[in-house]
């Protein structure tokens, strides 16, 4: 008896050393099966033209992601980010539209760009004072401002796209390099490479660490707990905006709309990247990677013209993949 009982600890033990070894590589064998996959079925996806493509589409689930990601890790969560783009992007929008017979074209873009981050800011300011103040959730929390800021963004555009911003905008917006990427997608790049040192090799990404593993032993510590969970919002909202701006300079538009359905998205690649949803774990390198399987999903699939709707399947089960895997790896630990 205990020799049979011997074998299945032993047994336990070799598979959960089998998962926590694949749980530190299985999304990068994820990302190199999805393009393996899609091109044996159509080699035209090995082409600069589909991979800048993808690269540029990118940019939006990238930067949502990364401000998903500081969040998630204090084991919360902002479901706010993608109306936060949407609203600041119609915002700035119409703002420049404004200034621009006033002060100028050039400076009409700074002094939009700004206030739109500080919108961006201010919005996940109130999310963090919601959440630590008044002791609300953060997914309460953030879906009652997700519905406010979604519902002021079409009440200051009145529903309508913003249109008639100047041509130099949209020339920014799609500026190339190398005819491959163009400079939205450089900025997101540089605000994840950013994100990920901050995280990992300062005594904020430190104390992040420790607040969404315990928030009672952190304050012991003498971490103002408070504090940090809303300067962690802030960014987020920060972040957002960004996104929401950079979309406006890309399509030259300001449209409600925007970021509706890349919330979720972003979220997913999250939690594909290997952080965990209670927080304590995780890091922005595993996010990039995470949206990286998303972007190329999205856009294989459009060039395999598959129904849309098959893409929402497909990213359901890789994100309860990535869970189980979270889970194998903690009952390891």
């Given at each position: 008896m205990n020799n049979k009982r011997k074998e299945i600890q032993n047994l336990n033990f070799k598979w959960g050393v089998i998962f926590e070894r694949v749980g530190k590589f299985w999304t990068f064998g994820v990302l190199f099966l999805i393009v393996a996959i899609f091109a044996i079925i159509e080699p035209k996806m090995l082409s600069v033209l589909y991979w800048s493509s993808t690269i540029n589409y990118l940019t939006e689930i990238l930067l949502l992601a990364m401000a998903?990601?500081?969040?998630?890790?204090?084991?919360?969560?902002?479901?706010?980010?993608?109306?936060?783009?949407?609203?600041?992007?119609?915002?700035?929008?119409?703002?420049?539209?404004?200034?621009?017979?006033?002060?100028?074209?050039?400076n009409a873009l700074i002094i939009g760009t700004i206030l739109g981050l500080a919108m961006g800011a201010i919005v996940g300011m109130i999310n963090g004072v919601i959440v630590t103040k008044l002791k609300i959730t953060p997914m309460i929390a953030t879906l009652g401002t997700m519905s406010m800021v979604k519902g002021l963004g079409f009440v200051l555009c009145g529903g309508v796209d913003v249109v008639g911003l100047p041509l130099e905008m949209g020339r920014l917006g799609n500026l190339e390099f190398f005819h491959f990427i163009s400079l939205p997608t450089l900025i997101a790049i540089a605000v994840a490479i950013i994100c990920v040192i901050t995280i990992t090799k300062t005594k904020f990404g430190i104390y992040t660490y420790s607040v969404g593993s315990n928030m009672e032993a952190s304050r012991r510590?003498?971490?103002?707990?408070?504090?940090h969970l809303i300067i962690v919002y802030m960014i987020a909202g920060l972040i957002s905006?960004?996104?929401?701006?950079?979309?406006?300079?890309?399509?030259?538009?300001?449209?409600?709309?925007?970021?509706?359905?890349?919330?979720?998205?972003?979220?997913?690649?999250?939690v594909i990247g290997g952080t965990s949803p209670l927080g304590g774990t995780g890091s922005h390198a595993g996010s990039i990677i995470g949206a990286g399987i998303i972007a190329i999903l999205v856009t294989g699939m459009v060039m395999l013209s598959i129904n849309p709707y098959w893409q929402y399947i497909a990213l359901g089960a890789i994100?309860?993949?990535?869970?189980?895997?979270?889970?194998?790896?903690?009952q390891r630990k």
């Open positions: 998903e990601t500081f969040v998630i890790i204090t084991a919360g969560i902002d479901l706010s980010v993608g109306a936060v783009e949407g609203a600041v992007g119609v915002a700035t929008a119409m703002i420049i539209k404004s200034l621009v017979p006033i002060v100028g074209v050039t510590m003498g971490i103002k707990v408070d504090r905006a960004l996104a929401g701006i950079l979309m406006v300079f890309r399509f030259n538009i300001g449209s409600p709309v925007t970021g509706m359905n890349v919330n979720l998205n972003a979220i997913a690649a999250v994100v309860v993949a990535a869970v189980f895997i979270d889970q194998i790896k903690d």
